[in-house]
């Protein structure tokens, strides 16, 4: 999967969840005053989308602040679970 479905699939993940911006540079930053609720939840429908699991070391807030680097991080994860 290239990180162009990815994005799609995740902006669908972020407009259930009410996170849904465009481009924009607010949008850049969308995540960064999200509650633990929200952001466990998202990461629970992300895994469950993804058919991925994101390790505890990873599951933390700064590193899901913007929508490229939680693209980043799961395309890492599915290009690592293709070489198994």
Not at 36 to 53: D, P, Q, R
Request: charged letters at 25%.
């Amino acid at each position: 999967m290239n990180k162009k479905d990815i994005e799609t699939k995740l902006n669908l993940i972020f407009e259930e969840n009410g996170l849904y911006y465009d481009n924009s540079e607010e949008g850049n930053n969308l995540l960064k005053e999200i509650d633990s609720m929200v952001f466990i939840s998202l990461i629970v429908e992300i895994e469950s989308v993804f058919n991925i699991g994101i390790p505890d070391d990873a599951l933390i807030l700064s590193n899901f602040q913007t929508k490229s680097q939680i693209i980043e991080i799961i395309y890492k994860l599915l290009e690592k679970n293709t070489d198994i």
